[in-house]
């Protein structure tokens, strides 16, 4: 399973656009990205997942380039209620090993008035 | 629809004591999985099953205990509780391997 690397943390404002990057150079042929949302005291939540080019659902976007060594999640006029912890995962989705999975620490989204 | 039911929400256990966790989905998905969740990090796992009758070793697999007698029920049990197993513990499932998660509600267990 690819590793992956995404900031720490970020900051955000209502109404804003909110795009968090994750690095993934070691991204195989046949790996998804998913993106996970976490809130406090709550298990992950699946947010979106693609392999290439942009996806785009009810909550979120994922850019993906060319080369598939990033990816980035655009959530569109953030509110107070997308405070989470955002979780990218690579893998081959018909068949990664599930030892290989990783969550990494993710990234702290907080959003303020 | 359920999706994934965990039992219990919470306990304190003394060290030394067993306890089996319990998680059971309606969704009859072929893969599960336990992660541990301790306090302001990420989620790591502990042991998954790709199919009723298999189980697997994760990242931490010491001190658990995993088995998948049926389809729906996925128990986790610590057979010596030691400190260092407090933590939040979520169960998942997904319809195959590596596929997209859908998570419990979390046992928050506390070993003193």
């Known amino acids: 399973l690819a590793k992956t690397t995404q900031p720490i943390s970020m900051d955000s404002y209502e109404g804003q656009e909110v795009n968090i990057t994750c690095s993934h150079n070691?991204?195989?042929?046949?790996?998804?990205i998913t993106w996970y949302q976490q809130f406090p005291s709550q298990g992950p939540r699946f947010i979106i997942q693609?392999?290439?080019t942009k996806v785009t659902n009810e909550v979120a976007s994922l850019f993906i380039p060319a080369d598939r060594k990033s990816s980035t999640l655009s959530l569109p006029r953030v509110s107070l209620s997308d405070t989470a912890v955002y979780y990218c995962?690579?893998?081959?989705?018909?068949?990664?090993?599930?030892?290989?999975?990783?969550f990494g620490s993710g990234t702290r989204l907080s959003i303020r008035p | 629809t359920a999706g994934i039911t965990q039992a219990p929400t919470s306990q304190i256990l003394a060290a030394g004591r067993s306890m089996t966790l319990r998680c059971t989905q309606d969704?009859?998905?072929?893969?599960m999985y336990w992660y541990r969740q301790d306090l302001g990090l990420g989620l790591r796992l502990i042991h998954y099953?790709?199919?009723?009758?298999?189980?697997g070793k994760g990242e931490v697999p010491d001190g658990y205990s995993v088995s998948r007698a049926n389809t729906d029920d996925f128990p986790l049990t610590l057979a010596s509780a030691v400190p260092s197993q407090t933590s939040v513990y979520f169960c998942?499932?997904?319809?195959?391997?590596?596929?997209?998660?859908?998570f419990g509600p979390g046992t928050r267990l506390t070993v003193l």
């Open positions: 070691n991204i195989a042929t046949n790996d998804y």
């Open positions: 995962l690579v893998g081959d989705i018909g068949g990664s090993s599930a030892s290989k999975i990783i």
């Open positions: 969704m009859r998905h072929n893969a």
């Open positions: 998942a499932s997904s319809d195959s391997e590596g596929g997209v998660q859908f």
């Open positions: 099953s790709n199919t009723a009758g298999t189980t």
């Open positions: 693609g392999y290439k």
